[in-house]
């Protein structure tokens, strides 16, 4: 495996399996598409004109891929303002494998997320930019008052945050809970292994495309560290 490592993007092609870059290869319009969303047509159009690079070693491609979000969140950031959101973990989950995740006071978080945690299956999960799944304890209790049997780490999430305006969450947002830094990428598509979350096993609830503001959403680790409960939690541009 190529193992590029760059320090302007944080990417490390040692992570990556060929499994892990082809999905992401796969996905790269989507990626591109959660940085930008929302943004000005103009900032849009002129972010997109120049096509990703595409080399016959994917780990170059997909270096290229990462390193081209990394500088879109950077172009948005000089041309809009956003506002800093300001929060806390509510709690933190980690499992061997499946959902829902248990409980957990503290959560050393590494490259590859939450030390001890595993997804059972890796087809639709652990890409290094699904390092870490984060939701909101405000929009649990949305769904809740629904009807919805939901509880924090039922969906699988690690981090679960309030305080913060889920709605306007979006890909390349910097989120830093004391020396921890993460860079959120996407959000997570839901699917039947967290049907017992909704009435009627209706996943789609959560669904990013049908119910924008309602998704979990995965993060990178720019910078590992431990987390606790209660810990404050900033996002910024």
């Known amino acids: 495996m190529n193992a590029l490592i760059c320090d302007g993007c944080g990417f490390d092609g040692s992570r990556w399996s060929s499994d892990d870059l082809d999905r992401t290869l796969a996905h790269a319009d989507d990626l591109v598409g959660y940085v930008l969303e929302?943004?000005?047509a103009t900032l849009v159009a002129g972010a997109t004109a120049a096509p990703i690079a595409v080399d016959r070693d994917p780990v170059v491609s997909a270096h290229a891929l990462m390193h081209r979000l990394d500088e879109l969140a950077i172009t948005r950031r000089a041309a809009e303002v956003f506002?800093?959101?300001?929060?806390?973990?509510?709690?933190?989950?980690a499992s061997g494998g499946g959902v829902p995740k248990a409980s957990i006071p503290v959560a050393e978080i590494?490259?590859?997320?939450?030390?001890?945690?595993?997804q059972r299956?890796?087809?639709h999960h652990g890409r290094p930019w699904q390092a870490i799944c984060l939701y909101s304890s405000d929009?649990?209790?949305?769904?809740r008052a629904e009807g919805h049997p939901i509880v924090a780490g039922g969906a699988?999430?690690?981090?679960?945050?309030?305080?913060?305006?889920?709605?306007?969450?979006?890909?390349?947002l910097t989120i830093t809970i004391g020396d921890v830094v993460l860079r959120t990428s996407s959000p997570a598509a839901p699917c039947t292994n967290i049907g017992d979350c909704f009435t009627e096993r209706h996943w789609n609830r959560i669904d990013h495309v049908e119910h924008p503001g309602w998704a979990r959403w995965y993060a990178s680790v720019l910078s590992g560290g431990t987390v606790s409960t209660g810990d404050g939690v900033t996002v910024s541009a």
């Open 38 to 40: 929302g943004a000005a």
């Open 83 to 93: 506002e800093p959101m300001v929060g806390r973990i509510d709690s933190l989950q």
């Open 110 to 118: 590494g490259q590859g997320g939450v030390l001890g945690d595993v």
């Open 121 to 123: 299956h890796r087809r």
């Open 139 to 143: 929009v649990i209790g949305a769904l």
């Open 156 to 172: 699988g999430e690690n981090l679960t945050l309030s305080g913060i305006d889920w709605a306007r969450m979006r890909g390349g």
